[in-house]
């Protein structure tokens, strides 16, 4: 006995979501508008989303250092507002909060190198862990802390103000694994695994949820804008289906 498979495909639009359920656009379940039976397999085949987070964000803005000798000095912390930098303009924010501490660390911008450097009349640390902003200012260090040489630090790499490249895309009521990547270009691009069986049959489903992650694994700031999802839904013939039984698409 063959099987019977059926595509069906839906265009699912964030702007169709409960928005009280689901304020946010980065995770977030739409209706189906219909329920479907012996669900197989579902695949997203496009994507059209917008690059809405800026370089700049709540997840890498923050620096934390302490001046002093010793484990002198107070601890201090620089919070930098969300938005797009040159290098030498982030490196003009940092400095005009370093200034309003007034314990005389400095941070200076070369572009031949496309590196900073931190400078201060005495000894001092910059606690790189507790620095959201670690990787955008160049420290490479796995260490906890840096101490300054000669009273300045230098990070290994370069400054990276860059937008996030890319965004991958999880259906986690389906897969554990990304189903798709939206890579930001001109135009934007979207590339998908190739499509799969589930290993066992779901008897019924009515709506699918999306999430939407950067490469870190934290999830992408959309600012509340909508996009489309194009999906594919795989359906077998239910009428001769045992749920319980794994299902194998060659038979």
Known sequence: MSNTL?????????????????????DYRVGLGKTLNGVVGVRVLDCKLNQTEHPINASNNVLVYRVGAGGTGTRQSVTVDPGTYTPAELATAIQTQLTSHGDGLTITYSASTQR???????????????????????????????????????????????????????????????????????????????????????????????????????????GRTNHVFV???????????DFNTKFDPLV
Not at 6 to 26: V, W
Not at 231 to 240: C, G, S
């Open 6 to 26: 059926t595509t069906h495909t839906y265009i699912l639009d964030s702007a169709d979501r409960d928005l009280d359920q689901y304020p946010e656009t980065n």
């Open 116 to 222: 900073i450097t931190f400078s201060a009349g005495g000894d001092f640390v910059v606690y790189v862990r507790d620095s959201s902003m670690r990787h955008v200012l160049g420290f490479t260090t796995t260490a906890y802390s840096v101490a300054s040489s000669s009273n300045a630090i230098t990070p290994d790499g370069i400054v990276d103000v860059s937008s996030t490249p890319y965004v991958l895309v999880e259906l986690p009521d389906f897969q554990d694994d990304v189903a798709g990547v939206v890579v930001f270009d001109t135009p934007n691009r979207f590339t998908a695994p190739a499509a799969k069986y589930f290993d066992n049959i779901r008897s019924k489903i009515s709506s699918v949820r999306f999430k939407l992650l950067t490469r870190g694994g934290r999830a992408y700031d959309t």
């Open 231 to 241: 999906v594919a839904i795989t359906t077998l013939d239910t009428k001769r289906l």
